[in-house]
């Protein structure tokens, strides 16, 4: 029951609806004065709708601007003093996997990931939250003396990251969505390789906004597609049933792409049922080619319109190469050559394409009739055509609609999952046509609104289909579940836990169907976890600690900290691949990482020793050098004393001079 208002009407509100009826051009959004948004009116724009000449006002420009743009400017640059701890317990295959799973605010994912992975990621595909008033939103709202106190504690976590309802009540404002998704969309750019390209979902609300968004961090010139997924029919809509999604698409570099000829292809849908048909036929009819063709030609009338290999039956005739299409042997264009060609069986000469022959070299023509690539009809009076084999046309364009009942995808993410534990999931069949597309071999492709991963679930599959060893990084915020929801009765806590089960039952699934011999099966992942810095306060701000503190503060490591929570972190400072091979040594006495290096742990891109209890001495640092790592690391308190900690970079220099040394 409503509660009754106990006030007067506020007249304010009344004279912008008012105004918003007859103005909707007028209405904007800005902050009041407790920083809440609010409905307004743009006056001089007012001023322009009520006068017949050109108002003064501020300098007009080509702009998209909205309360909180420099907000997010500011949250794309800021420092942040966090790492990513490994997770073990919840990893597969965490010493030989490629992929990698970061549970935490993808914000900061983002800026962790920048010196590791700058310029290296193929793809990127995400869904944001929808701006339906229903969907929860990242906000990343605090001021810069707020940032610059985090940041020197190493702790912005508490109070940086928030999941708000944009409700109906708050007017679904487009500028928090906007301030949400912008620094996000700046920060994922620079991850992409120079042929790389980002795909964002959304639905019409956002759409109009997410494209200029896109034409500012990417540039206008580097649009691609707005592509779009229909999902089938939607009966909960008065007016227009909006039954589609969009997926829009932009390139790093287009001018690069053009210039190096870079090609998106696709395989045709429905060929591995053609090729499944055509065997068949050849175990009933041997060499029997006519009856082949009649039989392909037959299978083809069977099929309803909506199979995918129905839009294939033009390539319904068969030779022992296999399946072909009789195309067009005239010349592009006309204009093209005429001379006599006999037919193979009555010996007179055939029709001439009006257009002239495809070839001016009789020559040639005859080395094709020979080779038997020429089809001709049954006698001199029908134009022969040139064989266009299945085999040799199997990618194309891809196109710009996807055609995927979007229940198919709930329905098998409910199999796979036992249950309803994720609303509206994509499709990962959809996804998978756009990794294809785009992607191939080692490529990286990256998700950082993970959900239920459905992204690497599309992975996992175009690797087990054409036998590329692709890799994904995923990155889900640690979102609750809802007490009352059926994940939660499954044992289900966090989206991030949903997240990872989906990968995990997903690669058991496809591999026990039929996989490529060349995929090498990497279906695990590394899990991390972003918490804040492992270093103390002190590392950060030294100003702030008191006289009395010094004695705590004898190691500038946290106490809780494991060896390899300092091993990532330094991997990440220093831009090594967090999934490079990592080795574990005892050496005299002290535990010694080897990251990405040989059998005989030469020349690794890392070595590091965190020992604290000040057994490093000349010695030790000599043994290390003899592997020529690129970098060697230690602990700041391992070592024996000073004057080693200074005599180790002049060792390095004698012993093995490429080596970068440094300490933590």
């Given at each position: 029951?409503?509660?009754?208002?106990?006030?007067?009407?506020n007249l304010?509100?009344q004279?912008?609806?008012?105004l918003?009826?007859?103005?909707?051009n007028?209405?904007?959004?800005?902050r009041?004065?407790?920083g809440?948004?609010k409905?307004?009116i743009?006056?001089?724009l007012?001023?322009?709708?009520l006068s017949?000449?050109?108002?003064?006002?501020?300098?007009?420009?080509?702009?998209?601007?909205?309360?909180?743009?420099?907000?997010?400017?500011?949250?794309?640059?800021?420092p942040?003093?966090?790492?990513?701890?490994?997770?073990?317990?919840?990893?597969?295959?965490?010493?030989?996997t490629?992929?990698?799973?970061i549970?935490?605010?993808?914000?900061?994912?983002?800026k962790?990931?920048?010196?590791?992975?700058?310029?290296?990621?193929?793809?990127?595909?995400i869904?944001?939250?929808?701006?339906t008033?229903?969907d929860?939103?990242?906000k990343?709202?605090?001021s810069?003396?707020?940032i610059?106190?985090?940041?020197s504690?190493?702790?912005r976590?508490?109070?940086?990251v928030?999941?708000?309802a944009n409700?109906e009540?708050?007017?679904?404002?487009?500028s928090?969505w906007?301030?949400?998704?912008?620094p996000?969309?700046?920060?994922a750019r620079?991850?992409?390789?120079?042929?790389?390209?980002?795909?964002?979902?959304?639905?019409?609300?956002?759409?109009?906004?997410?494209?200029l968004?896109?034409?500012?961090?990417?540039?206008?010139a580097?649009?691609?597609?707005?592509?779009?997924?229909?999902?089938?029919?939607?009966?909960?809509?008065?007016?227009?049933s909006?039954?589609?999604?969009y997926?829009?698409?932009y390139a790093?570099?287009?001018?690069?792409?053009k210039?190096?000829?870079?090609?998106?292809?696709?395989?045709?849908?429905?060929?591995?049922e053609i090729?499944?048909?055509?065997?068949?036929?050849?175990?009933?009819?041997?060499n029997?080619f006519?009856s082949?063709?009649?039989?392909?030609?037959?299978?083809?009338?069977?099929?309803?319109?909506?199979h995918?290999?129905?839009?294939?039956?033009?390539y319904?005739?068969?030779?022992?190469?296999g399946?072909?299409f009789?195309?067009?042997?005239?010349?592009?264009?006309?204009?093209?050559?005429?001379?006599?060609?006999?037919h193979?069986?009555?010996?007179?000469?055939?029709?001439v394409?009006?257009r002239?022959?495809?070839?001016?070299?009789?020559?040639r023509?005859q080395?094709?009739?020979?080779?038997?690539?020429?089809?001709?009809?049954?006698d001199?009076?029908?134009v022969p055509?040139?064989?266009?084999?299945?085999?040799?046309k199997?990618q194309?364009?891809?196109?710009?609609?996807f055609?995927?009942?979007?229940?198919?995808?709930?329905?098998?993410?409910?199999?796979?999952?036992?249950?309803d534990?994720?609303d509206?999931?994509k499709?990962?069949?959809?996804?998978?046509e756009?990794?294809?597309?785009?992607?191939?071999e080692?490529?990286?492709?990256v998700?950082?609104?993970?959900?239920?991963?459905?992204?690497?679930?599309s992975?996992?599959?175009?690797?087990?289909?054409d036998?590329?060893?692709r890799?994904?990084?995923m990155?889900?915020?640690?979102e609750s579940?809802?007490?009352?929801?059926?994940?939660?009765?499954?044992?289900f806590?966090?989206?991030?836990e949903?997240?990872r089960?989906?990968?995990?039952?997903?690669?058991k699934?496809i591999?026990n169907?039929?996989?490529?011999?060349?995929?090498?099966k990497?279906?695990?992942?590394r899990?991390?976890?972003?918490?804040?810095?492992?270093?103390t306060?002190?590392?950060y701000?030294?100003?702030?600690?008191?006289q009395d503190d010094?004695?705590?503060?004898v190691?500038?490591?946290?106490?809780?900290?494991?060896?390899?929570d300092l091993?990532?972190?330094?991997m990440?400072?220093?831009?090594?691949?967090?999934v490079a091979?990592?080795?574990?040594?005892?050496i005299?006495?002290?535990?010694?990482?080897?990251?990405d290096?040989d059998?005989?742990?030469?020349?690794?891109a890392?070595?590091?020793?965190f020992?604290k209890?000040?057994?490093?001495?000349?010695?030790?640092i000599r043994?290390?050098?003899?592997?020529?790592p690129?970098?060697?690391?230690?602990?700041?308190?391992?070592f024996?004393?000073?004057?080693?900690k200074?005599?180790?970079e002049?060792?390095?220099?004698?012993l093995?001079p490429l080596?970068?040394?440094?300490?933590?």
């Amino acid at each position: 029951m409503e509660k009754l208002k106990m006030h007067s009407p506020n007249l304010v509100a009344q004279n912008i609806e008012q105004l918003a009826a007859l103005f909707p051009n007028c209405v904007t959004e800005s902050r009041g004065k407790d920083g809440e948004l609010k409905r307004a009116i743009d006056f001089d724009l007012l001023k322009q709708e009520l006068s017949a000449h050109i108002v003064d006002g501020p300098q007009e420009r080509y702009q998209l601007n909205w309360p909180g743009k420099r907000e997010a400017l500011l949250t794309a640059n800021a420092p942040i003093a966090k790492t990513l701890r490994p997770c073990r317990e919840e990893s597969v295959n965490f010493d030989t996997t490629q992929n990698l799973f970061i549970e935490g605010d993808n914000l900061d994912a983002l800026k962790l990931l920048q010196e590791t992975y700058l310029g290296k990621v193929k793809m990127i595909y995400i869904d944001p939250p929808y701006n339906t008033g229903k969907d929860f939103i990242y906000k990343d709202t605090f001021s810069s003396e707020q940032i610059a106190h985090e940041v020197s504690t190493g702790d912005r976590a508490e109070d940086g990251v928030r999941l708000v309802a944009n409700p109906e009540g708050n007017g679904r404002f487009h500028s928090n969505w906007l301030t949400m998704v912008t620094p996000r969309i700046r920060l994922a750019r620079n991850l992409l390789t120079q042929d790389g390209a980002i795909f964002v979902s959304c639905d019409e609300g956002e759409q109009p906004r997410l494209r200029l968004i896109m034409d500012e961090v990417f540039g206008r010139a580097n649009f691609v597609a707005d592509m779009v997924w229909a999902a089938g029919r939607k009966n909960d809509s008065r007016l227009v049933s909006v039954s589609h999604e969009y997926i829009i698409c932009y390139a790093r570099d287009v001018e690069y792409l053009k210039g190096m000829q870079i090609t998106w292809r696709q395989r045709k849908k429905g060929l591995d049922e053609i090729y499944a048909q055509h065997e068949r036929l050849k175990r009933q009819h041997g060499n029997d080619f006519k009856s082949m063709t009649e039989g392909m030609k037959e299978w083809y009338r069977s099929l309803p319109d909506s199979h995918p290999s129905k839009a294939h039956k033009h390539y319904a005739h068969v030779d022992i190469r296999g399946i072909y299409f009789p195309d067009n042997i005239s010349w592009p264009g006309g204009g093209g050559p005429k001379y006599e060609v006999l037919h193979p069986v009555t010996q007179k000469p055939v029709k001439v394409p009006s257009r002239g022959w495809m070839t001016s070299d009789p020559a040639r023509m005859q080395e094709w009739i020979k080779d038997n690539r020429v089809h001709f009809g049954e006698d001199e009076n029908a134009v022969p055509c040139i064989k266009s084999y299945l085999k040799d046309k199997e990618q194309q364009t891809p196109y710009s609609v996807f055609y995927q009942d979007g229940r198919a995808a709930s329905k098998r993410l409910r199999t796979l999952m036992d249950g309803d534990l994720f609303d509206f999931p994509k499709d990962e069949l959809v996804l998978q046509e756009i990794v294809e597309m785009l992607t191939a071999e080692n490529d990286i492709i990256v998700d950082f609104f993970a959900g239920s991963s459905t992204t690497a679930h599309s992975v996992m599959l175009q690797n087990a289909t054409d036998g590329g060893n692709r890799k994904f990084i995923m990155v889900q915020l640690n979102e609750s579940i809802n007490e009352k929801s059926s994940a939660y009765d499954a044992g289900f806590e966090t989206i991030a836990e949903i997240s990872r089960e989906r990968i995990r039952r997903a690669a058991k699934e496809i591999l026990n169907g039929k996989c490529h011999d060349d995929w090498e099966k990497d279906i695990g992942f590394r899990s991390f976890k972003i918490d804040s810095s492992n270093m103390t306060d002190v590392h950060y701000n030294p100003d702030a600690i008191i006289q009395d503190d010094l004695f705590a503060q004898v190691d500038n490591i946290k106490a809780d900290r494991t060896e390899e929570d300092l091993l990532f972190q330094v991997m990440l400072d220093w831009g090594v691949d967090l999934v490079a091979p990592i080795l574990r040594q005892t050496i005299d006495g002290k535990n010694v990482f080897f990251v990405d290096a040989d059998a005989q742990h030469q020349h690794g891109a890392l070595v590091a020793c965190f020992d604290k209890t000040g057994g490093i001495d000349d010695a030790f640092i000599r043994q290390l050098a003899a592997f020529s790592p690129l970098r060697l690391v230690f602990r700041d308190a391992g070592f024996a004393s000073d004057a080693v900690k200074i005599n180790a970079e002049q060792l390095l220099k004698q012993l093995s001079p490429l080596t970068e040394v440094k300490a933590i």
